[in-house]
């Protein structure tokens, strides 16, 4: 037998042992049969990699290689869901999305597994890739550590183009084991949901293999649009049939239970079949049930049936329109107020924040929780030393909810002090809020370098905020402008700053001044001003910064107004923001030192008409007259559009030449404007002349 010959008979053989244990819980061998016989293969795999099959069942073993989960682009939106926090407001879903549709609809229900986003690419039927949601976006390749996972598919039963979302998740009963097996306290995870974040990161996956990760899969997109199910449960079906391992807890709502039953048995699927009314006694029986589940789960998500009229909903920047997570109530936990410190902010708002005793809540321990202002404090008349019950808000920021019992030492509800805890400024109220009103107040410098360092706005290597900290306190760099005056290299020997973290520092520093124009304008923390605002200022013509300035020393209010999406208050804000003579030394200095401060030829140049402002245009496909389709891009860029990679629901217009399917059906989906190369032509006013030789471009 060849070497090739004996890769296929051991895999195939090792294949079926696979299947029958994790499908049937039957071993045909013994384990060490079948590592000798895993560790053959591995080795002929080695040696042969031109033989190795893609869905090798020596991927599931894992390897000691070192991960190095590089950053991917999504082609499908990984959004998060809109929440509800009562029986009520699922309800109002329900009615309002039936209103809005006009017509009857049903919504499946599922259990929201509290594990780690997923999302599972396959190109005709094999893993090509596993991704995390990461910013929805972007996420980090994982793909050797998923594919450890014996529920994850290496290859469907066909041969489909399909991305496919799940959770992976720890079941409480592995998470306790493998918890009790830990003898080191400070390694083990708070919860199962840690320990699945932790294990989809290992660094090697043979390590991961050793945590039991399981996965259920709940949504599939199909880069054929005729592929596609018409519908949620078609959908789950039709995923189960690829070998997808789907939760069995479904529960589908319709007007009438028999109708919920009837569609429930037509797709092939169990669940649970409920009429709208019985919303209440099924979220009922599910808060019941949670416990006792061999896995956690957060919440409840209701989504609606038809495919059709999701595609009609479409989508907000954050979540699709035609769904909603019922979460559990929050968890809360009891603890003791030991003092307030006094935060001050980049703006110079003062917030004051709860030192707490050490609390356990919803997996985590929590010593600080947010006050917000003293209005708040107010209300609840909150005082040192008392017993407060904190939660985790939305699951994220834990807060002081109230008192629940009024501290012994006499202590009165607290009062912020009169002045800054910073700088000794006196403390000003602006509509509630607190102020510490001195520009040069070293917290708020602080707070401004760091946000214009920071990896959303100029992205300087090395400069978060506790460099940001160390290198003020030694006087290096006391304002933004001083990123780029100052002589970094005398950092090396600050606290924590060796010559390495320095020259990186430096070199951060030098790539930053490339920013283009609109990313400096939103960086220099001006309220109004975040990325959006920066790209209308720019698309409404303020394109260099001396053309805002002088609409700003003129006071022209309707210059500001006239752009889409700015009013007067607005106006009047930029307009006092860039007459401070602090603000407009950090721009000349910033000048002098060869920041961007007009938009580049690349991002706006001539006189051309800037027909696609505010457009977001994805390219995909291959084309008569831009070749290479970046010349299209450059088109829409040049007209004042901008252009991204993928498909998502903040996309406006996808131009789509020969090929380019999965984009298609991505915004066929979404309801993103699809645009032939003909059209676009019109668009771009650019006729096609016949001359001898072959077509040419001219403006009309
Ligand atoms: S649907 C566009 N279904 O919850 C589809 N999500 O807060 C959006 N999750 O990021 C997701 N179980 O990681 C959906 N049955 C389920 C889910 C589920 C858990 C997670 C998912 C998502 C997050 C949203």
Not at 205 to 232: L, N, Q, V
Not at 314 to 330: L, Q, V
Not at 417 to 425: D, E, H, I, T
Not at 645 to 660: D, E, I, Q, Y
Request: charged share 30%.
């Amino acid at each position: 037998m060849n070497a090739r010959e004996e890769i296929d008979r051991l895999t195939a053989e090792l294949k079926e042992y696979q299947d029958k244990y994790y499908k049937e819980g039957v071993s045909l061998v013994s384990d060490s049969e079948y590592d000798r016989l895993s560790d053959r293969l591995q080795a002929l795999e080695r040696e042969y990699p031109e033989y190795m099959h893609p869905d090798s069942p020596t991927l599931r073993v894992g390897s000691d290689l070192t991960n190095d989960f590089p950053e991917v682009r999504h082609t499908i939106p990984v959004l998060s869901l809109d929440k509800a926090y009562s029986n009520q407001a699922v309800l109002d879903f329900f009615s309002k999305s039936i209103d809005k549709e006009g017509g009857a609809l049903s919504f499946a229900a599922e259990e929201k597994i509290d594990g780690i986003s997923m999302v599972l690419y396959y190109e005709g039927g094999l893993l090509v890739r596993a991704v995390t949601r990461g910013n929805g976006e972007v996420g980090n390749d994982v793909t050797p550590n998923i594919m450890t996972i014996p529920t994850v598919p290496l290859r469907l039963s066909e041969p489909v183009d399909i991305a496919v979302r799940g959770e992976v998740f720890i079941r409480r009963e592995d998470f306790l084991r493998l918890n009790a097996e830990e003898p080191d306290e400070s390694k083990r995870a708070a919860n199962p949901r840690n320990l699945a974040a932790g294990a989809v990161r290992r660094q090697k996956s043979s390590e991961a293999r050793m945590i039991p990760m399981d996965i259920f899969c709940y949504e599939g997109f199909w880069s054929d649009r005729d592929k596609t199910p018409k519908d949620h449960i078609a959908i789950l079906s039709t995923l189960r049939r690829l070998g997808f391992q789907i939760n069995p807890h479904l529960a589908f709502f319709a007007e009438t239970e028999e109708e919920a039953g009837r569609k429930l048995a037509a797709a092939g699927l169990e669940g649970t079949a409920y009429a709208f009314s019985g919303i209440d006694d099924f979220i009922k029986a599910k808060t019941e049930e949670r416990s006792s589940l061999g896995y956690e789960i957060d919440g409840l998500v209701f989504k609606i049936n038809e495919l059709d009229v999701r595609d009609r909903f479409g989508y907000t920047e954050h979540h699709p329109r035609w769904a909603i997570a019922y979460k559990f109530e929050s968890p809360q936990a009891e603890a003791v107020l030991k003092g307030i410190t006094v935060q001050v902010g980049r703006t110079g708002r003062i917030t004051p924040v709860a030192e707490i005793t050490p609390t356990k809540l919803g997996g985590s321990t929590i010593r600080r929780a947010t006050l917000h202002n003293q209005e708040y404090i107010n209300e609840l008349e909150l005082a040192i030393g008392d017993t407060v019950s904190i939660s985790k808000r939305g699951d994220v920021i834990p807060a002081v909810d109230s008192v629940i019992e009024k501290n012994d030492e006499g202590n009165t509800t607290y009062k912020l002090p009169s002045k800054c805890p910073c700088c000794g400024s006196s403390i000003i109220q602006v509509g509630g809020l607190q102020y510490c009103p001195d520009y040069s107040c070293p917290d708020q410098a602080k707070g401004r370098i760091s946000y214009f360092a920071s990896s959303d706005q100029m992205d300087i290597e090395g400069l978060g905020p506790k460099t940001v900290a160390v290198l003020y306190d030694a006087g290096l760099i006391r304002s933004i402008e001083d990123i780029y005056t100052s002589d970094l290299s005398r950092a090396v020997g600050l606290a924590g700053l060796g010559e390495k973290s320095v020259k990186a520092l430096i070199d951060g520093v030098e790539e930053s001044r490339k920013r283009p124009f609109a990313v400096v304008l939103s960086s220099l923390g001006i309220a109004e001003i975040g990325k959006k605002g920066a790209e209308s200022l720019i698309s409404g013509g303020f394109d260099d910064m001396d053309k805002l300035l002088t609409a700003v020393d003129k006071g022209d209010v309707e210059a500001f107004t006239a752009i889409p999406g700015i009013g007067e208050v607005t106006a009047e804000n930029i307009i006092r923001a860039f007459r401070s003579p602090q603000l407009r030394t950090t721009i000349a200095i910033l000048r002098e030192k060869g920041l961007r401060l007009e938009s580049s030829s690349e991002e706006r140049p001539d006189d051309i008409p800037q027909a696609f402002a505010g457009q977001v245009w994805c390219v995909t496909g291959s084309f008569e007259h831009f070749n290479p389709r970046s010349k299209a891009m450059e088109e829409v860029e040049r007209r004042g559009g901008r252009t991204v990679s993928s498909v998502t629901s903040k996309t406006t217009h996808l131009l789509a030449g020969r090929g380019g399917g999965s984009k298609r059906a991505t915004a066929e989906r979404l309801g993103v404007r699809i645009v032939t190369e003909d059209e676009f032509m019109k668009m771009l006013g650019m006729e096609e002349r016949e001359v001898a030789g072959g077509g040419q471009l001219t403006f009309l």
